[in-house]
DNA sequence: TACTTCACTGCAAACCTTTGCAGCTCTCCG
DNA sequence: CGGAGAGCTGCAAAGGTTTGCAGTGAAGTA
């Protein structure tokens, strides 16, 4: 009498002990069969394969990289995942990661330095690289960091380390222009949140701008960058008299919008609101927003790509002489265009007299 | 002459040999020290304390997980995303991990099957656990993924298995009976993506409460559930003759709200539209979409403690007689209440003769 | 005083894999 | 026929941590 066993997955993994012994090879080929093929000869290697299979083993990688001083793993930090912003960046620097046999850890600090900080030295003893996205963090603590582990900066520009930006400066700058030539003279920008490399850059660039054409700019802010914080100074860009608004983002437009159609001015009649960002909701909401569009898919991807181009290095923490994180690394800085997209939130400045300003 | 060492983090981190080192004691005092402070000397563990954070030491993970079988990570695997559904979960479940002590992968499956399956796998040998968020994957094809690592199902049922739903059943019941009260008679359901459970929920409890009120209810689908997906339905919603319509998701109600207002068709005014999910977006868009709301970060929660629950068991891969993942697991099946979001993108059933019906 | 108990600490094996080195067998060339 | 070289495989150390067990000294008990 027979007894067929059932094909089940064994409780206990299969280690590359289990494959050498059915194999009839040393644990040392098994090991070989995977990293270094080409070292084994291929009627052993179809062999030790089929094995490996039959048993479903899959090598440990917390044994690999205890050995190889590399993960495979990297980690993504990020402000706040809600913010429709970020999916996408952080969907592509995936996908980036897999090609390349590595894993993601995403962790949002919720707009926190502190708790960015703290994220960022925990996972770093466990991912082969950090990519700081928006960090809110300063620059002398980004170094800091990225002598613990190798950093990619997005969005922020870091001297010395490797940094992907959009040239939110070049659109914002863009942004004004068109609002220039729809006859405005009275435009507020709407600040981000304190910290933020891409609020200077917009700030610096607008303030330029509107200089440049003659207009009058008023800063409000700083403010959170969501819809709540564009919404809540819907009364302060009222009182202000301004008859257009260049936003830190586009969730800060929406909330604004919702926030003067509540007060009774309506966009783009009595104001014209431009954001930044271009999120996929940004052509949902009425009106359409006119918004500068920041290539986030392809930061993600580059981002990714930056660090890991030294993949075949020297693994960090290898014995003797220890390179230092950032040693031999290209810091190359890449910025990314953005542009202009120019939809329905935005039209010509009204007629005077018609609200606020006239007292 | 002095000379006074830099404070910089060394390059190669310091080990749990170096902690022992500076201060005077064997190497597993300095571990007991981390896992187990209570059984050490009050004297000494402050002693290693301050030379641990000294040295800046962290302890290795990929050692820690080796010898005891846990890695204190988990997986998340979601379809997508981008879909604004997903985000607040993912931060929920995020927020939830640190707190215990684990870190999260997020995986996007780009709503694809066999990416799902392949992903689970490269996962597993990597988490102690993993969330399995809306799965595409057959119920079978879930089973054996669970014995192989453990797993939290959300978002639909599977026998024996641990799972956090969201009752859209009982939410897409109280959407038809609102659409009834407000005289309609003809009604669509826009589906979901196949393979979806929240799709069947949906389907099922919508017949049966269309049924109970004599109404006419119209399946179109299945549909990719995105803005995209819904606005390709907009013609042949307007060729069906229908007052109403339930949409899979939000994103799809949104984007059939544009479809349709390409062809000329008003929500709420000729058509009336329910979405699901409630994600920030719908109250956003104009007219404020009318919907179902799931408790997504409370979903994300509950099952990472699910998931944890049993934090002090036995790691997974112990010698000896090893028990399977699910062994003595209380597979509690927990069903989450949804409640129904009136806002401005349902109103009352249009006279006769508007459009469409009539020849 | 002698014995037990307790609190604390050290010892050493074990986790699974990678990798430099050495050894083996064959082939090829002189 | 001898030697060199190539191709493949085995050996064993190493990586940082946890943990059962044993050992130490001091305090408590009989």
Redesign the pocket.
């Known amino acids: 009498m027979t007894v067929t066993t059932l094909d089940e997955e064994p409780a ?2 299969a ?3 289990d ?2 012994r059915a194999s ?9 069969t ?3 093929p ?8 179809v062999r030790v394969l089929a094995c490996a299979e039959d048993l479903g ?4 990688r ?3 990289a ?4 590399r993960t495979h793993n990297i980690g993504l930090i990020v402000a706040d995942i809600a913010n429709p912003f970020f999916p996408p960046l952080i969907k592509a620097a995936e996908g980036q990661a897999r090609h390349r046999d590595y894993h993601v850890f995403v962790a949002d600090t919720n707009e926190d330095q502190a708790a960015e900080e703290e994220l960022v030295h925990a996972l770093a003893k466990q991912v082969d690289g950090v990519l700081l996205c928006s960090p809110r963090m300063s620059n002398s603590l980004i170094e800091q960091v990225s002598r613990e582990v190798p950093v990619v900066v997005i969005n922020r520009q870091v001297a010395g380390l490797p940094c992907v930006m959009m040239d939110v400066g070049q659109g914002a700058r863009l942004a004004i222009e068109h609002l220039l030539g729809l006859g405005h003279r009275r435009i507020a920008l709407l600040g981000g949140p304190r910290g933020s490399w891409t609020n200077r850059e917009i700030r610096r660039a607008a303030v330029a701008a509107a200089r440049a054409g003659g207009a009058e700019l008023t800063v409000l802010g700083p403010n959170h960058p969501t819809e709540t914080g564009g919404g809540a100074v819907a009364d302060q860009v009222r009182r202000s008299g301004v008859t257009a608004v260049l936003a830190y983002n586009d969730l800060m437009a929406i909330g604004l919008i919702e926030g003067l159609d509540a007060l009774g001015l309506r966009v783009p009649q009595d104001v014209s609101v431009v954001g930044v960002d271009d999120i996929a909701l940004s052509r949902l909401t009425r009106p359409k927003l006119t918004t500068v569009a920041t290539p986030t898919a392809a930061a993600g991807r580059t981002a990714v790509d930056m660090l890991l181009q030294h993949d075949s290095d020297a693994p960090r ?1 290898a ?1 003797g002489r220890g390179a230092s994180a950032g040693d031999h690394r290209t810091t190359a800085q890449v910025m990314l265009q953005t542009e202009l997209v120019v939809r329905d939130s935005t039209g010509p400045v009204p007629p005077p007299g018609r609200d606020g300003t006239g007292a």
Chains 1, 2 share one sequence.
Request: net charge positive.
């Open positions: 206990v993994p280690t590359i002990r494959v050498a009839g090879v040393h644990i040392s080929t098994v090991s070989r995977f990293s270094a080409h070292l084994v000869n291929p009627e052993t290697r083993y899959r090598p440990n917390a044994a690999r205890l050995i190889t001083g923490g014995r």
